[in-house]
């Protein structure tokens, strides 16, 4: 059994909290993690780089000259990629980036990734992460608090001081439960997870 201890915005401990062992406490494989990560920036592509072909090329369909006695060469239509104004030829078309994963191994590769920062000791768990009031410097004394410069943030629900006052602050992200992932939680070096949102996170992952 996983027992970490539950902090407030002071890092004062507060309680303790026990986490699922088939949640937080699974065997890490780095290939599933990989494929997860690279399907997951695959689909951010947008894939809407485009040239226009000589089909899309607006330009008369008419020969240019008669095909013999000029003493030019032969020559067809004026879209022919190898005229200036035609068409480009083999350029890139609309096309999606989009990899199939199986949802069994999308919540595998998040049972890891939440396992991996328990065995590294970067999961933080907070009580409460609601902030009085909307101010950049007041939640900037909480991160210091913990000593950490790259974190990745998960509430409950929405925060509107929380999520307005870390706005501004480079390496840091604040998202919902809903939103976890894969890559956000492999890019932060630390996880911090507010206690009501662990029983969401276990519900949708367990086993």
Same mark, same amino acid.
């Given at each position: 059994?996983?027992?970490?201890?539950? !902090?407030?915005?002071?890092?004062?401990?507060?309680?303790?909290?026990?986490? /699922?062992?088939?949640? %937080?406490?699974?065997?890490?494989?780095?290939?599933?993690?990989?494929?997860?990560?690279?399907?997951?920036?695959?689909?951010?592509?947008?894939?809407?780089?485009?040239?226009?072909?000589?089909?899309?090329?607006?330009?008369?369909?008419?020969?240019?000259?008669?095909?013999?006695?000029?003493?030019?060469?032969?020559?067809?239509?004026?879209?022919?990629?190898?005229?200036?104004?035609?068409?480009?030829? %083999?350029?890139?078309?609309?096309?999606? !980036?989009?990899? @199939?994963?199986? @949802?069994?191994?999308?919540?595998?590769?998040?049972?890891?990734?939440?396992?991996?920062?328990?065995?590294?000791?970067?999961?933080?768990?907070?009580?409460? %992460?609601?902030?009085?009031?909307?101010?950049?410097?007041? %939640?900037?004394?909480?991160?210091?608090?913990?000593?950490?410069?790259?974190?990745?943030?998960?509430?409950?629900?929405?925060?509107?001081?929380?999520? /307005?006052?870390? @706005?501004?602050?480079? @390496?840091?992200?604040?998202?919902? !439960?809903?939103?976890?992932?894969?890559?956000?939680?492999?890019? !932060?070096?630390?996880?911090?997870? $507010?206690?009501?949102?662990?029983?969401?996170? $276990?519900?949708?992952?367990?086993?």
């Amino acid at each position: 059994m996983t027992v970490l201890d539950v !902090y407030n915005l002071q890092k004062e401990k507060v309680s303790e909290v026990e986490l /699922k062992e088939d949640v %937080f406490s699974v065997p890490i494989k780095k290939h599933v993690l990989h494929q997860v990560v690279v399907a997951q920036l695959a689909g951010r592509r947008s894939g809407t780089a485009a040239v226009k072909n000589r089909a899309a090329v607006k330009a008369s369909g008419a020969k240019l000259w008669r095909q013999k006695g000029t003493g030019r060469a032969r020559v067809g239509s004026s879209s022919s990629p190898t005229r200036k104004g035609g068409g480009v030829a %083999f350029g890139p078309s609309p096309r999606t !980036y989009d990899q @199939k994963v199986p @949802k069994k191994v999308k919540k595998a590769a998040l049972r890891m990734a939440l396992s991996d920062k328990v065995l590294c000791d970067q999961l933080f768990v907070i009580d409460d %992460f609601a902030l009085p009031e909307i101010k950049t410097k007041r %939640f900037v004394e909480v991160i210091d608090q913990f000593d950490v410069r790259k974190a990745l943030i998960v509430t409950r629900g929405k925060s509107e001081n929380l999520e /307005k006052s870390s @706005k501004n602050v480079q @390496k840091v992200k604040v998202m919902r !439960y809903e939103g976890l992932n894969v890559y956000d939680i492999l890019k !932060y070096d630390n996880l911090f997870l $507010e206690r009501v949102a662990i029983e969401k996170i $276990e519900e949708a992952l367990g086993a």
